[in-house]
């Protein structure tokens, strides 16, 4: 069975700089999908960034970006730019190519400071 | 707009009482999930659904029960026989599988009094 770690249990950034979130997952297979959802104090999560294992090329969105290391079996989110509606629990997230049950990391509090 | 309710926001319980939690979804997919959220964890799959009248068990899935009659309505039922109920519930869907996202509700906080 796969494994989703997320070693920062919180963390906090001033506004308007750079922040990276960690996540390492273990799986033996080579097709999948990682997910990065977040989720604001209103407890809805929110797809924040999706990578496909099978490309090479990091995923963006806007502010968002991640660093995807298949060999290190790492999947790290970049949050640029840092807003203070960031604020929220940040989840890393593994999927297998077929099904679509996902595997949560523990989530890391991100904390925008003003 | 298209989404996924659920209802009650909150709800309180006695112990011994068994509980419907209710997940409606109008986006016309056709899988649907039940995950559990615990303080400082992440979330955990109780029970998942691909099609109509179809359930599988997720990984905590003993003291729940569900149903899945309608594509766009996915109960969970909380049981007595759930030692540790008390917890945020998350109720997703998604197109067929191999979709890749899952939305989500809003979640149901239950406590047990």
């Known amino acids: 069975a796969q494994t989703v770690t997320q070693s920062q249990p919180e963390m906090s950034v001033q506004e308007a700089e750079t922040v990276t979130l960690s996540c390492t997952y273990d799986?033996?297979?080579?097709?999948?999908?990682l997910f990065w959802y977040k989720q604001p104090p209103s407890r809805q999560m929110i797809l924040v960034i999706r990578?496909?294992?099978?490309?090479?090329q990091n995923a963006t969105e806007n502010r968002f970006s991640v660093n995807f290391q298949k060999a290190a079996k790492s999947f790290s989110l970049k949050i640029s730019d840092s807003q203070l509606g960031d604020t929220a629990m940040y989840f890393c997230?593994?999927?297998?190519?077929?099904?679509?049950?996902?595997?949560f990391g523990g989530g890391t509090r991100l904390m925008v400071k003003p | 707009d298209g989404g996924i309710t659920q209802s009650p926001k909150y709800l309180f319980r006695k112990e011994g009482q068994n509980v419907t939690l209710s997940c409606e979804q109008n986006l016309n997919h056709d899988a649907m999930y039940w995950y559990r959220q615990d303080p400082g964890q992440g979330l955990r799959l109780i029970y998942y659904s691909q099609i109509v009248n179809d359930f599988q068990k997720g990984d905590i899935a003993e003291g729940y029960s569900v149903s899945r009659e309608k594509k766009e309505s996915f109960p969970l039922t909380v049981t007595s026989a759930q030692k540790n109920p008390t917890a945020f519930y998350l109720c997703?869907?998604?197109?067929?599988?191999?979709?890749?996202?899952?939305?989500f509700g809003e979640g149901s906080r239950l406590t047990v009094l």
């Open positions: 990578q496909e294992a099978y490309k090479q």
């Open positions: 799986t033996s297979e080579n097709n999948y999908y």
């Open positions: 997230a593994f999927r297998y190519n077929a099904g679509n049950m996902l595997t």
């Open positions: 997703a869907s998604s197109y067929g599988e191999g979709s890749g996202e899952l939305f």
